[in-house]
């Protein structure tokens, strides 16, 4: 069995100012671990992946995350917001391995940057 | 790279109404997911389809039926439609060895009257 938790449904930050999006995951397995991004009316668009390798991932646009197996989290930062930012994101967790095909969402956190 | 193609982009429904959703994927995928997104809640699974040939329910199946005609395409249909049903759907696709990403169409929204 597999769940993700994001920690906030909504956060506002600043333009210039960093972006933290907590993600907290529980998986019966070695997850995978994956954040996507969703702009309003379209759809999601995947920001970056974990996949067993390094701990610290980057991925587009100036985003990384972290995964830590022992606070089971994999929170996504980025130190300077932009007004393109604003967004939903959502946390997602697959099982690793082959014949693993079942993702999990999570709620999802709606991504406010004020000018 | 068209990517996953979904159709329609709306769609208005009568209550008992039925219709199908259609996708279809051009990157050689082995697995096709059905999802709909409801405020709040995220995304919810509906049916998958792992490989060619199966399916299988997931999180919300009831209403939903689905059908894998080949490798590239997975049809969700709504046999009377009801106005629970009323959401946005997305079609998704995965299989890319070593990585496990979904690939995401541009959605369907469907609200039933």
């Known amino acids: 069995a597999q769940s993700v938790t994001q920690l906030d449904s909504h956060v506002s930050v600043s333009e210039g100012t960093p972006v933290l999006l907590r993600c907290n995951y529980s998986?019966?397995?070695?997850?995978?671990l994956f954040w996507y991004v969703q702009h309003p009316n379209k759809g999601l668009q995947l920001l970056l992946k974990y996949t067993s390798a390094a701990t610290l991932v980057k991925g587009i646009n100036g985003f990384e995350a972290e995964f830590k197996k022992s606070e089971t989290s994999f929170h996504l930062t980025k130190p300077s917001a932009h007004m393109s930012d604003a967004a939903e994101y959502f946390c997602?967790?697959?099982?690793?391995?082959?014949?693993?095909?079942?993702?999990?969402f999570g709620k999802g956190t709606k991504l406010s940057v004020i000018p | 790279n068209a990517g996953v193609t979904q159709t329609p982009k709306f769609q208005v429904l009568k209550t008992g109404q039925s219709m199908t959703l259609q996708c279809a994927q051009d990157?050689?995928?082995?697995?096709m997911y059905w999802y709909r997104q409801d405020p709040g809640m995220g995304l919810r699974l509906i049916y998958y389809?792992?490989?060619?040939?199966?399916?299988d329910k997931g999180e919300v199946p009831n209403g939903y039926n689905v059908s894998r005609l080949n490798k590239r395409e997975f049809s969700l249909r709504l046999e009377s439609a009801a106005p629970s049903q009323t959401s946005v759907y997305f079609c998704a696709s995965s299989g890319t060895l070593g990585a496990w990403e979904a690939f995401f169409g541009q959605g369907t929204r469907l609200t039933v009257v």
């Open positions: 389809s792992a490989s060619e040939g199966t399916t």
């Open positions: 998986s019966s397995y070695s997850p995978s």
């Open positions: 990157m050689n995928h082995n697995s």
């Open positions: 997602v967790v697959s099982p690793s391995g082959a014949g693993s095909y079942q993702l999990t």
